[in-house]
């Protein structure tokens, strides 16, 4: 075999230590690193992997491995499965609950990994349980510290699924309504049980605990670490034990703080926080005849009085006045009590996630001297039996696919080469695990089919999936849960397959909970919690131009289990009114591509008042010759009144590409009516009176990959439309049109939100004006804009309808600063144009109109995303405008104030 050759080392700190890192290139491409103790001068090999985190004495001195074959690393690795962590006596490590002071706990972890203390038995409650159950199946403390700090801990309690998991139809369905009620089947209202489901729960944990729950046997005993889960069954008011089943389902239901997480049934359990009869468990661990019992107490004080400024704490309030009376006799149990200095971090803070290990991390280093010494006391323990007593080398294999197959080659070689014709079972076993977990068979297994003296002979289970079995969809069809999984009997369980089915799940919006998990038998379960499907929403906003606007919109969410959405639309406002039926869907052929199918019948009107000011010129007679002379006396101010309807019905069918792209065809028969009429949209809601038609085809494609909305902060937003209208079948009007938007925002630093847009249209024609592009106003419309009377496109600087025209091209430049949570600044500059289509033209002569006359607008302003939707204040200005411009338009360079409170819609 070719010589393979370790990386060139780079400086790799460990709380201030001057280490090396290394990563084999080859067949087996795990980190490794050489660890440096100053006192002794001794050095230590640590395989830093996901699922494995041993120290065992090396002998060498630094440096000594900057270049060396993979045949040594082997070697290295092999001595590192001997006997990293030697011992027999039991150790009870019991992590506490606390809201997001647990996160100290990792510190501790920290300390312990770099004292080689390794606790046999986690026993643990709430948060705790999350970081104990992600410890005890191999995470190290410097992975939990990174999920810790890339998690987004601020929307734990948001039911929504996460914007980039959702379908790009579904991306069009903001959640800009200000309340939601949910209904039973008998149309009976539904209170909430909690602020969240608790989602995020299954959402961390399902992909990391899944495949080594599965290599457990579903036993908590047979992890990496002994686990011991606390919940608290809420209809007997006792203490729950887990130690066997599902691991995620266990830690979701430990953690499910009262009020802000709903219930978890468990067989015939309804489980919530198990710190509500345990905040530190250490009479499971007492139970369980540990050794020596350490226990970190990272549980919350009271509130202070000025923190008790909502239902959810004084609930926890309440709550905790209980537990504190059981935690000094919880205490009394522990051999050894660390507890971090947590005075002023609040246990809902997760902003000081540094700050928390680091206190934690003090704390332990501070009782390590103390708990080493009492390890070498305690009295060792016969391990258990092995079913082989060694294992025969080399090893013999038969199929397997070629990247796996030359690791194992590598590996069988080298293991002979180092032990000759045998290996103890406890140390091959770690090493075919790192193989499997390396190549991405998160499922595999190596079992030993023949132990002869000659060599083993080995087999290759990749971990295919024998079936998939579907749990609670009481109304939702077992096929398209499945198709939108992508888990499928006869697939091979890979790597991440787990975590992509659980973001389709959540994607499609229909289940309050989605967990997984795969029985010995390696069948899947796909356990679902359905949401109520009848649902009320309501909205409310104000702007400066459209005033108080509202709507209802009654739905039902999931018609004949297919996901399919109908909703009835009802808005009224001062000045505009929109009232739609829609059905949509987006039925999948697989988990990345599906269909998309929208449609709506639609009625909209909408008031234009139009305030001009002329001068105001009296008639008087002079007093010196009796004459008669005009005298100007102020202004005359008249308001014109135009009103728009519009009727039809719009069909649109297309295809999705995972959850970016989406390219559809659709069809618009509408009718339109312009005048001076208060006749309500329902007196004539079929149109028929009216004089205008339109029959459009049209076709379009939207990539979306925004984070989030509103005040993204990375992702794209493209979309380009083009259709034509024509009088063949049945209409007044004939025209093309294209029209687009291309966008990307970007953050740098966390804060700084950058936007840079270009918009365009174009027509072949004169447009109708219900077709036209108007200019001005500083926000724009993102749901129900196609049913809109007119196409608003924002500029600062402009009014509403300031500008109008059949082409347009704007480029606009945002920059966004976060001054603190969701509270913004913004700059925006905007700069284009519009032209009638006989003012138009692809010649020099348009470029040239548009660099003389094209006005430039800046605007400043604040916004902050509130619970009632987001609240925007701007200040507009035009920079620049031309004396042409000015002679068409009568638009001056005026300030202007742009002030919205809601969603829009």
């Not at 209208?725 to 025209?735: P, R």
Request: charged letters at 20%; glycine letters at 10%; aromatic letters at 10%.
């Amino acid at each position: 075999m070719p010589e393979k050759f370790i990386q060139e080392a780079i400086p790799f700190r460990h709380y201030a230590r001057p280490d090396y890192y290394f990563h084999c290139e080859g067949p087996i491409a795990v980190p490794f690193v050489i660890t440096h103790n100053a006192q002794n001068g001794e050095s230590f090999g640590v395989v830093t992997h996901k699922r494995t985190n041993y120290h065992t004495p090396l002998g060498v001195r630094h440096g000594a491995f900057r270049h060396c074959r993979i045949e040594a690393v082997l070697f290295f690795l092999v001595l590192l499965m001997v006997d990293a962590w030697a011992r027999g006596h039991e150790i009870a490590l019991v992590l506490s609950g606390g809201g997001s002071r647990g996160i100290a706990q990792i510190g501790v972890l920290k300390a312990f990994e770099e004292e080689k203390v390794k606790p046999d038995r986690i026993v643990c409650t709430s948060m705790g349980a999350i970081i104990g159950s992600l410890y005890a199946v191999g995470f190290s403390a410097d992975e939990l510290e990174q999920l810790a700090k890339t998690v987004d801990l601020d929307n734990v309690f948001a039911d929504e699924a996460p914007r980039r998991y959702q379908q790009v139809s579904k991306k069009h369905e903001p959640t800009n309504y200000l309340l939601e009620m949910r209904f039973g089947d008998d149309l009976k209202p539904l209170l909430p049980q909690s602020i969240s489901h608790g989602q995020i729960v299954y959402d961390l944990l399902v992909p990391r605990l899944t495949a080594p729950a599965y290599h457990a046997g579903m036993d908590f005993s047979a992890l990496p670490i002994e686990l011991r889960i606390i919940g608290t069954d809420i209809v007997t008011g006792t203490g729950v034990v887990f130690s066997n089943g599902n691991l995620a389902q266990a830690v979701r239901a430990s953690c499910g703080v009262p009020l802000a997480f709903s219930p978890t049934a468990v067989e015939d359990k309804l489980v919530l926080d198990g710190g509500l009869t345990a905040n530190i468990p250490t009479r499971v661990a007492v139970a369980e005849s540990a050794d020596l019992v350490i226990a970190v107490d990272v549980t919350s004080p009271l509130w202070e009085r000025p923190y008790l400024d909502n239902p959810i704490r004084i609930a926890d309030q309440v709550i905790n006045i209980g537990m504190n009376r059981l935690k000094k006799e919880q205490r009394e149990l522990a051999d050894i009590i660390i507890e971090p200095n947590l005075v002023g971090f609040r246990n809902t803070d997760f902003h000081n996630i540094d700050a928390l290990i680091e206190r934690g991390y003090i704390a332990a280093k501070k009782r390590l001297p103390e708990i080493k010494r009492r390890i070498e006391g305690l009295q060792t323990h016969a391990g258990a039996d092995s079913a082989y007593s060694s294992v025969s080398l080399p090893l013999r294999w038969g199929i397997v696919p070629p990247p796996l197959g030359g690791a194992l080659d590598s590996l069988s070689r080298i293991l002979t080469e180092q032990f000759g014709t045998a290996i103890p079972p406890d140390t091959l076993g770690p090493l075919l695990r790192m193989l499997l977990d390396t190549h991405g068979y998160a499922f595999g297994r190596i079992t030993i089919v023949e132990n002869h003296p000659s060599g083993a002979r080995i087999a290759l289970d990749p971990g295919i999936i024998n079936e998939v079995l579907i749990h609670g969809n009481l109304q939702t069809s077992a096929r398209l849960i499945k198709t939108t999984s992508g888990l499928h009997k006869g697939r091979l369980l890979r790597a991440g397959l787990i975590e992509e089915a659980m973001r389709s799940l959540n994607g499609t919006g229909l289940f309050a909970t989605v967990n997984i998990d795969v029985d010995t038998s390696r069948i899947v379960h796909i356990r679902v919690k359905e949401k109520p499907y009848w649902r009320m929403r309501f909205g409310l906003r104000y702007d400066r131009f459209h005033l108080g606007e509202g709507y209802i919109q009654p739905g039902y969410e999931n018609l004949f289990g297919t996901g399919v959405n109908a909703q009835l639309h009802l808005q009224f406002g001062l000045r505009r009114e929109k009232y739609a039926l829609e059905i949509h869907g987006s039925p999948l052929f697989t988990s990345n591509w599906a269909s998309s199918i929208r449609t709506q019948a639609y009625l909209s009107k909408e008031r234009i008042i139009i305030r001009k000011e002329s001068p105001r010129i009296e008639t008087v007679v002079d007093t010196v010759d009796s004459s008669l002379i005009e005298v100007p006396k102020g202004f005359w101010i008249d308001y014109q009144e135009t009103e728009v309807q519009k009727r039809g019905v719009m069909l649109k069918v297309g295809t999705e590409v995972g959850r970016v792209a989406m390219l559809n065809i659709g069809l618009r028969f509408e009718k339109y009516e312009v005048g001076e009429s208060e006749k309500s949209p329902f007196d004539d809601p079929l149109g028929q009176a009216f004089a205008g038609g339109i029959r459009y085809l049209m076709v379009g494609l939207t990539v979306d990959d925004l984070d989030r909305y509103p005040f993204p902060l990375n992702g794209h937003k493209h979309y380009i439309t083009m259709g034509g209208a024509s009088d063949a079948v049945g209409g007044t009007e004939n025209f093309i049109t294209l029209r687009g938007s291309l966008g990307r925002y970007f953050t740098v630093g966390g804060r700084h939100t950058f936007f840079p847009q270009i918009r365009f249209a174009w027509a072949d024609k004169a447009l109708p004006n219900v077709e036209r592009v108007f200019l001005g106003g500083a926000i724009s419309e993102e749901k129900y804009r196609d049913i809109g009377v007119f196409d608003y496109s924002p500029f600062m600087g402009l009014r509403p309808r300031s500008l109008a025209g059949d082409n347009m091209l704007v480029f606009h430049g945002e920059y966004r600063l976060a001054l603190g949570e969701e509270l913004y600044a913004s700059a925006a500059l905007d700069w284009g144009y519009t032209w009638y289509h006989p003012d138009f033209s692809f010649a020099g002569a348009t470029a040239r109109d548009f660099i003389d006359n094209a006005p430039l607008g800046l605007g400043l302003g604040f916004a902050y995303q509130s619970l009632i939707g987001p609240i925007r204040l701007s200040w507009g200005r035009l920079l620049r405008t031309s004396d042409s411009f000015r002679d068409q338009t009568s638009i001056e360079e005026n300030n202007i104030i742009y002030f919205s409170i809601g969603h829009d819609f």
